[in-house]
């Protein structure tokens, strides 16, 4: 069965510091990893996804990620923490063959500190 | 690129009345739909997923006569709480993918609080 863990239920940088947020998927075939992010009360926002191209991604806002398949990681990155980045983030998997449902990490809450 | 339009945001309701909640898909089509509820400070639970023309396929656990969903055309899924109680208050989220396959990333309605009083 495919599955992603987030590692923090919470992390909390200081503005203009990088930001790490870790991502471990589990997947016999090929994954499609996708990152979003929730600001309170509202919906999900794409950050960036990997679907098998290159394996450094680079979303919007500054973000990135990695995908690792000898690790099974897809760690989310940004250089430089913005005030605005203080949201939940998702790590998302498409299993394969069951509809195009998504699979949902716990999520990370992300604090900014000025 | 692709939008999915959720209304209301916010509705607060008596105890025992129903809610509808509408997710339209503004500049594509959506032939399915995917309801999730999601409690404070937790990820999202997929409810049920509905397709345009056909019965919508629920999760287990989850009442098909308390939560009626309907996806009429194309670009319409609606999501009824019928005799809501507190318990159901909750944050609904629909979304759907694209036209050009799951895999390019799906997009999200902004969700509706649903507060039952």
């Known amino acids: 069965a495919q599955s992603v863990t987030q590692l923090d239920s919470h992390v909390s940088v200081s503005e203009g510091t990088p930001v790490l947020l870790r991502c471990n998927y589990s997947?016999?075939?090929?994954?499609?990893l996708f990152w979003y992010v929730q600001h309170p009360n509202k919906g999900l926002q794409l950050l960036l996804k990997?679907?098998?191209?290159?394996?450094l991604v680079k979303g919007i806002n500054g973000f990135e990620a990695e995908f690792k398949k000898s690790e099974t990681s897809f760690h989310l990155t940004k250089p430089s923490a913005h005030m605005s980045d203080a949201a939940e983030y998702f790590c998302?998997?498409?299993?394969?063959?069951?509809?195009?449902?998504?699979?949902f990490g716990q999520g990370t809450e992300l604090s900014v500190k000025p | 690129g692709a939008v999915v339009s959720q209304h209301p945001s916010r509705v607060i309701c008596k105890s025992g009345t129903s809610v509808k909640i509408e997710c339209r898909s503004l500049?594509?089509?959506?032939?399915?739909m995917f309801w999730y509820r999601q409690f404070p400070k937790q990820s999202l639970m997929l409810m049920a997923t509905?397709?345009?023309?056909?019965?919508?396929?629920?999760e287990q656990g989850v009442e098909k006569d308390k939560f009626l969903i309907n996806h009429a055309s194309l670009t319409l899924s609606t999501l009824t709480v019928t005799s809501a109680h507190p318990e159901d208050s909750s944050f609904y989220i629909c979304?759907?993918?694209?036209?050009?396959?799951?895999?390019?990333?799906?997009?999200f309605g902004s969700g509706t609080r649903l507060t039952v009083v």
């Open positions: 979304s759907a993918p694209p036209m050009g396959g799951a895999y390019y990333g799906y997009t």
């Open positions: 997947s016999s075939y090929s994954p499609s």
């Open positions: 990997y679907t098998s191209a290159a394996t």
């Open positions: 998302v998997v498409i299993p394969y063959n069951q509809g195009g449902k998504l699979i």
């Open positions: 500049d594509f089509q959506a032939t399915t």
């Open positions: 509905s397709n345009e023309g056909s019965k919508a396929t629920y």
